[in-house]
């Protein structure tokens, strides 16, 4: 147990010292996080009354009140607000030092935490996290699919070690590496009256029912700059019939007959060789993108997150247009 004393001092008398433990602290730093004691209690593995029983001992032993009940919120007191901060780089202190012994004792183990955007979280992603199993058995990686928006931001609050998205991030925090080639196509019913043609114009785009990926999405992103640099419409002049959260829904849709979508043509490669679907190009323009690995460059990487990220900038080279990685 790591124990620091905070002294007081007066001109007339030394008052008690401040006291507290690392394990306190990191239960008080998720409560501020989450705003919540049972969502704290969850993330530290504590039922709610041990969460409110630790905080109120911390509470004591420090002197003063840290935490305000407003409603179902909690938030910091100023005290709150002022150990906060510091709890902040103890228990960064305490990871680094964790890690650094980790990394000397040559130990790649443990569970690492990431997101991936739906086209390279669904299609690319898993194939290649089993050849780094292969590699470091004792390693598991949890690997949650969202957004591209919402990848970046579990990024920057530490929710994920890092993240694998379908556009690049201007955010100053992050850093963005290069990873994957892809290519975005027309995805329509094989049925469809377009089935035997290779390309149309961005004026017949704009004429058939469309289905669109969702709002933070990045192959939405990507589909509105090439509509604009078409010298379209934008996404706002396409006949919309519906938003859907993932590219898996997409292509059921456009199964369905609901409409015609742009879509990334990895998602779309057993469709394609069944004859379920068709796809075209747009006339004139090639629709390519990359997908980028994010960190966050202020938080300490463990040398297991470290032999990660090394393998999937390695794995990515030569092998830019997907296919099977070289183990």
Known sequence: MVRVYLMKKTSSHTTPSVDFDLRQLEVFQKVVDLGSFSKAGEAVFLAQASV??????????????????L?????????????????LLLL?????????MQDFLGNKQGEISMGGSTIPGEYILPEILGLFRKKHPL??????????????????EGDYELGVVGSKSAHKSLTTRELWNDELVIALPSRHKWANRQEISIK????????????????????????????G???????LVARLGTSTA????VKAGLGISILSSRALDTELKTGVLKALKLKGISMSRSFYLIRDKRRTVSPMCQALLDFLVETSKGNPKGGTPKS
């Open 52 to 69: 409110s029983e630790r905080i109120a001992t911390l509470e004591t032993m420090v002197g003063t009140r840290l935490l305000d009940r």
């Open 71 to 87: 409603g179902r919120r909690v938030v910091p007191t100023r005290a709150g607000k002022l150990l906060y901060k510091h709890a």
């Open 92 to 100: 960064q202190m305490k990871k680094t030092a964790c890690l650094e």
């Open 139 to 156: 390693v598991t990686v949890t690997l949650t699919i969202a957004d591209t928006k919402e990848i970046e931001s579990r990024v920057l």
């Open 204 to 231: 017949e785009l704009y004429t058939e029912p469309f289905i669109l990926r969702e709002v933070g999405s990045g192959t939405l992103k990507i589909t509105e700059h090439y509509l604009q640099f078409a010298k």
């Open 233 to 239: 419409q934008g996404a706002e002049g396409l006949s």
């Open 250 to 253: 997409v292509k059921e849709g």
